[in-house]
């Protein structure tokens, strides 16, 4: 049951890293120096998740969801914080009413709450023996979209920011030289 | 630079796939510093925040 959930909670995150992919990629909203780093705090939390699939549930590991989504959770709230004067305006096209840091923010204290859900359950613990090596299909699926995110987002940052900081607000890959059609 | 998290936390990935649960704790816990690292450089703005 802990690893099904910890399976649906990783697919959840893929999904969000997957979405923010298509926003970039699709309608051509490049992501702003703090949205690139709150991707990196949604694998920084899913990466807990992807190792209780790997090695089983430990509390170290729950930890790391934990830490990580509360370091995301402070990025997103940094750019809230930036846009929450009226007349400050905002970065990004709104998405059912909110900004995607918005959503970030809501998201990150989603996963933090989930995760404490998740810790309740004590028998999760209890196991003498490690879990089999070989995954079954759910847990190897979202753990392969979640590896192929890790890297689409490596090549990503790299196009648009080379091997520097990004501008603040960007609006060309800076390997390509302009935004793709 | 700013790729420099993903990639630590790619390594990481790597590494629990081989069954390397120290190697890859270590590879998270270095990239969530560069990441803190990057967000405090990225926050050099003071937030208008005044009422």
Redesign the interface.
Known sequence: MSRLLNALGLIAVDTVLVLAFIDQLWFHDLPCPLCILQRAGFIAAGFGLALNLCFGPRPSHYGVVILGAAAGAAMAMRQVLLHIVPGTGSYGNPIFGLHLYTWAFIIFALMIVGTAILLLNDRQFGRPEPWSQRLSALPLTAFAIFAVVVVGNIISTLLLCGMGFCPDNPTEYLLFGATPA | ???L???L??C??GA??L?Q?GA??GF?VA??VT??V??R???S?V???AL
Request: aromatic share 16%; hydrophobic share 70%; glycine share 6%.
């Open positions: 630079m700013m790729s998290p993903f990639l936390f790619a990481g990935l629990a796939w069954r649960r890859a704790m998270w990239g969530l990441l803190l990057l967000f450089l990225h926050i703005d937030l208008n925040i």
